[in-house]
């Protein structure tokens, strides 16, 4: 039989409370556990710059007709084909601080590129030496350019004036010249600038005051001796210039003059200078023409030796010999000069009355009246048979001045041996020596040689007959027709005598013409007759004369008689 | 859109130079004669390395065609008939305009010798090469299609030293 055992129950402490769970925080991931691993999105600024809107299609001055000059004539016009193989860039001049101007000049196409294309049409392409002399002159309002006498300062101003109204950078210039030069001047702006309107202050008190101050005319040309006169005109603040151009500077180095007065209170944004001198070798007169340039730029009492720092970003100056490989071997230019009052007047008296006479003459009239009366009003064309009064001895002395500064030599021709006389006596002080039929043939060698060795020799008075082959005066730079001859191939002679085959410098040639005369006249037949046998030769031969044949001097005047031969 | 064959019309030229800095863009608007009009700049822009890694392949044609080049042409007051780039990589940026762009690689015309068609469009607008073609032959010879980009370098060097192109 099973015992059975006795059951005990016992409560287990652990039991007598309810099971409740215990909760605890578990930190797994800390807030937030998404991470930002940067910008997805980019930003970018716009700096900007908006520049003057360039003319579209300007127009040519429907009075010009562009003509082929005889100003420049390289020996060959300048063949581009395809892209042009230089660049030149403008670069904005030291002083220019604010960015938009510099990148205004930074960002202009290559010189090389505005000549090719079709908005800017020129002659002839300018030398490398000239683009960079205009790419000097576009950027500065301060610009001295003294390149010396020949290498084109005023094509080079011409060109980068265009370039300026062009691009809409300037609206407003003034150029100021001498008086005998205006003409000139005008001649050039037709070739280098025939879109772009000029006109020259002149006339009475009420004609100048209507072009200073109503004019909208974009180019005034005016004479030293008209400004000072406007003086109180110039000085209207109305009156206002982006570009003054002075040309012969030299004229205000003396700071107190009238002249230097007037010029350097003409109100203006830039201001340009040309002279032919060697200005930096004239402390005294680069200062003064500094007051026009920069008054701010040479403190006073600044030492001599501090100029150059100063002034070397404004100035350019190019010699011959810095060129050479650019030049032809020779250049010729036509100087273009307006009859002095005194000379005008005995020119036209002379001409009414000389064309009076040969027209009372009838049939008997032949071709040596007519001569005889060209040859009297060129001499006039020289100098004034009552006064002296002469343009071309007043330019020829501004221009030996700057050769003679140069340390180069020059000759001068003349058909008549007394016009040689009386510049012998005015060019004196530049050392003038004569060599014509006056001279004692035993003389001559002894003379040539002082011109050739005297360093204060600058001058050479020459006649057209004198001289022989075999004068070798390859040492001269210069040669000025002061009259010219009937026959190129005479002209052409005389200026060999300067420029022969083997001449290592170039030879810069002037001749001199009086606006409005029968020089004038004659010039341009002979132009038409070198550019006839220019075109001959090319196809069949020389032709027979380049001289002036018998209807050519007839056509000079207003004459209806003719020799009996010539009517029949 | 205008005759080219009879107006006056405007050229853009676009270019993108990277450098350390980032990448920075040029924008020049000139006229027929290649007389400058306007010229736009961007600021640098330097994507960081996220940027890179999620843009992939696509962050430079963005950067230089969307980012920079679509915003200096959308600032620029001046308008473009056409706009000629420097950088192949901007030609796609012709998607987003209504001027027709073309892509000349200075290197092929370096090595033009006769006159032919150098400026390369977008395959999507097979109409831009006509119009193209007729820029080529009224510019003519002696306009250098690849100088003005020069020009626009050299702007950004002076930009540079006057501190205009720092990091946005």
Same mark, same amino acid.
């Given at each position: 039989m099973a015992e059975e055992l006795p059951l005990e129950v016992k409560t287990l402490p652990a039991f007598e409370r309810s099971l409740e769970p215990g909760i605890r925080e578990a930190r797994l991931l800390a807030p937030p556990w998404v991470r930002s691993l940067g910008k997805l999105t980019m930003e970018v600024r716009i700096e900007g710059w908006r520049f003057p809107v360039p003319v579209e299609n300007p127009t040519i001055s429907p009075s010009v007709k562009p003509t082929r000059p005889r100003l420049y004539e390289p020996e060959k016009k300048s063949r581009r084909a395809g892209l042009p193989k230089s660049r030149t860039r403008l670069k904005p001049p030291g002083d220019a601080v604010v960015l938009k101007e510099r990148l205004l000049y930074l960002l202009q196409p290559p010189l090389e590129t505005l000549f090719s294309g079709k908005q800017v049409t020129l002659p002839f392409q300018p030398y490398p030496y000239q683009m960079e002399g205009i790419a000097f002159l576009m950027p500065r309002s301060a610009a001295l350019l003294a390149d010396e006498m020949g290498l084109g300062k005023t094509m080079q101003t011409i060109l980068a004036l265009r370039l300026l109204f062009n691009g809409g950078l300037i609206q407003r210039a003034l150029l100021v010249c001498p008086k005998p030069l205006v003409f000139n001047w005008a001649r050039e702006l037709r070739t280098w600038a025939a879109d772009l309107p000029f006109e020259v202050i002149g006339g009475d008190a009420d004609a100048r005051q209507a072009t200073w101050r109503i004019s909208n005319c974009p180019l005034k040309v005016v004479n030293y001796e008209i400004l000072t006169r406007d003086a109180a005109l110039v000085a209207d603040e109305r009156v206002h210039f982006d570009v003054v151009v002075l040309d012969e500077a030299q004229r205000i180095k003396n700071r107190e003059s009238k002249t230097a007065e007037v010029v350097c209170s003409i109100q203006r944004s830039r201001s340009w200078a040309l002279t /032919?001198? &060697? +200005?930096?070798?004239r402390p005294e007169d680069l200062i003064n023409i500094f007051s026009f340039v920069d008054r701010e730029r040479i403190p006073a009492n600044t030492p001599t030796r501090q100029l150059p720092k100063l002034t070397g970003d404004c100035i350019l100056r190019r010699t011959k010999d810095d060129v050479l490989s650019d030049l032809p071997a020779k250049t010729i230019r036509d100087a273009f000069l307006e009859l002095t009052p005194a000379q005008r007047d005995s020119y036209v008296l002379a001409e009414k009355e000389g064309v009076v006479r040969l027209n009372s003459l009838g049939a008997t009239i032949t071709v040596q009246h007519v001569f005889e009366l060209i040859m009297r009003l060129k001499q006039i064309c020289n100098f004034d048979p009552l006064t002296g009064q002469s343009a071309k001895l007043e330019q020829l002395q501004a221009d030996l001045a700057e050769v003679a500064d140069s340390g180069r030599k020059a000759i001068v021709f003349s058909q008549w041996v007394q016009p040689l006389e009386i510049l012998a006596d005015n060019l004196a002080s530049l050392g003038a020596l004569q060599f014509h039929g006056k001279i004692p043939a035993k003389q001559r060698p002894a003379l040539l040689e002082r011109f050739k060795n005297d360093p204060h020799k600058h001058v050479l008075l020459m006649s057209y007959g004198t001289g022989s082959v075999g004068l070798n005066l390859q040492f001269t730079n210069y040669v000025f027709l002061f009259d010219r001859w009937w026959n190129p191939a005479v002209e052409d002679q005389a200026i060999n005598r300067a420029h022969? +085959? /083997?001449?290592?410098e170039p030879v810069f040639v002037t001749r001199f013409v009086t606006q409005g005369t029968i020089e004038n006249r004659i010039a341009d037949i002979l132009e038409n007759k070198r550019q006839l046998f220019a075109e001959l030769l090319e196809q069949? /031969? #020389? #032709? &027979?004369?380049?001289g002036l044949t018998e209807e050519d001097i007839f056509s000079l005047f207003d004459i209806q008689a003719r020799p009996k031969r010539m009517a029949a | 859109m205008a005759n080219l064959a009879t107006a006056p019309w405007n050229l853009g030229f676009l270019t993108i130079v990277q450098e350390p800095a980032g990448y920075l863009g040029g924008y020049l608007v000139t006229n027929q004669w290649g007389r400058p009009l306007e010229f736009r700049l961007s600021t640098a822009v330097l994507p960081n390395r996220v940027q890179q890694i999620l843009y992939g392949d696509t962050l430079q044609p963005y950067i230089c065609g969307e980012l920079i080049g679509k915003t200096l042409i959308d600032k620029t007051v001046t308008q473009a008939h056409v706009i000629v780039t420097d950088r192949e990589i901007v030609l796609p940026l012709r998607q987003l305009l209504a001027t027709p762009v073309g892509w000349i690689d200075e290197r092929e015309w370096a090595g033009v010798s006769e006159r032919e068609n150098v400026l390369q469009t977008h395959p999507l607008f097979p109409q831009d090469q006509r119009m193209l073609a007729d820029l080529e032959e009224r510019l003519g !010879?002696?306009? !250098?299609?690849?100088e003005p980009f020069a020009r626009i370098r050299e702007a950004i060097s002076e930009a540079r030293k006057m501190g205009v192109t720092s990091r946005g």
């Open positions: /032919g001198t &060697p +200005i930096e070798n022969r +085959i /083997g001449q290592k069949n /031969g #020389p #032709p &027979p004369s380049l | !010879d002696a306009f !250098d299609l690849t």
